[in-house]
């Protein structure tokens, strides 16, 4: 069975230099806020005596996955999951969600459109919800796009996604 070794480093401004906050042999004490920015994670591979850097979210939820996949380690919590706004449409193209970088598309900059793109959205998951998935899930997929589209009429037709609540 493969032995990690597991160093966590942040940059440090004033010594414009990285520093150590975690080392560690459990996967289980990575977190997702280690490979934010200025942040990553050092993996030493102890049987072959060879690194590789995780770098982002999507980089240590790999690796994690193979972790699981490949032996019988098993996560705790490592980070909770997202499935109403996961992290996929998060970040989507420079720093912004999805459904902001939508709205700005021409087409959905008449406010009539992007309000018949929401509805079209709370509809999909309102019609999938005993097909695919936990049902209760996809309602709350829904409530999220009725909720966006409550919002965007509320502030005259700007999407403001900071006010929408999580669940």
Known sequence: MTK???TCYAFDEEVRDFHTVLTTANANELKVNQVEEGRFIEVKDINKNNYFKLTDRIM???FLHS???NSAWKPEKCFAKDHINPSHYKNYFEDKQWLTVMSGIPTFKNPEAFIGALELQIRK??????RKGEGLEQL??????????INYIENNHVLNLDNLKKD
Do not use: I, M
């Open 60 to 62: 240590l939820e790999t």
């Open 125 to 130: 998951y309102l019609d999938r919800r005993d």
């Open 140 to 149: 709350r997929k829904s409530r999220w796009y009725l909720d966006a589209l």
């Open 67 to 69: 972790l699981e996949k």
């Open 4 to 6: 990690y070794l597991y």
